[in-house]
């Protein structure tokens, strides 16, 4: 059964912010090496829409993180299931993510990369939901704030559904109760 959804974001809206995001990034990393870390699966189109606005040559790789715990939302428990294959030492790296939410994820992971020895790190986000953060996380590039709900579309799934829907859009039922095992 589908779930009632409401457009939140349209594909005009995020096409806007996403030549915003690449614009600046496009400024700031000018004349350097950037790559581009993937969170998968749901930063899939976001960084595919990214990269072909971005006007600097940039590198791409990705990584899979799963977290247990209910369906919408991680308990801090972060696994790597696929890591990246790229050497980051002194070079210039930004996370693409789908959503920062309590922030255990990006967390977990920046930390982990920060051990490479990369000359920067940065975060960039599609969706930002601050409010409910519980692991503070740095927010470079932010797409959208979110105070509240639940979004799928544009690579965004609930259960794995919905992820290829153009537009973002807000699910109008409750999700909390739904448990599992959750891939970012
Ligand atoms: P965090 O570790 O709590 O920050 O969780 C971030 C991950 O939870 C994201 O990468 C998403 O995969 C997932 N997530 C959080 N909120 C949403 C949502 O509203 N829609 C879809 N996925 C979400
Ligand atoms: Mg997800």
């Known amino acids: 059964m589908d779930h009632r959804k409401k457009l939140l974001f349209s594909i ?14 496009s400024k700031e990393y ?3 090496e950037l790559i581009l870390i993937g969170i998968l699966k ?11 606005r971005l006007t600097i ?3 791409i790789d990705f990584a899979r993180l799963a977290s247990y715990g209910p369906k919408s939302y991680s308990n801090g428990e972060v696994t790597i299931t696929k890591d990246i294959e790229t050497p980051l030492a002194g070079r210039d790296v930004i996370l693409v993510e789908d959503i920062v939410d309590s922030g255990n994820t990006l967390a977990f ?7 490479h020895r990369p000359r920067s790190l940065k975060i960039c ?4 939901k601050a409010q409910r953060r519980k692991k ?3 927010i470079d590039y932010c797409g959208f704030k979110l105070q509240e709900g639940f979004v799928v579309g544009y690579g965004l799934d609930f259960d794995e559904r919905y992820r290829s829907l153009p537009g973002i859009y807000i699910i109008e039922q409750d ?3 739904a448990g599992g095992n959750e891939e970012t």
């Open 30 to 32: 000018a004349g350097r």
């Open 42 to 52: 749901g930063s899939f189109i976001f960084l595919a829409d990214l990269v072909r």
């Open 125 to 128: 986000t599609l969706i930002d």
């Open 136 to 138: 503070h996380v740095r």
């Open 12 to 25: 005009e809206q995020i096409e806007e912010r996403v030549e915003y995001l690449a614009q600046v990034i």
């Open 109 to 115: 992971y920046s930390e982990k990369l920060k051990a």
């Open 175 to 177: 999700t909390s109760e």
């Open 57 to 59: 040559p940039v590198m």
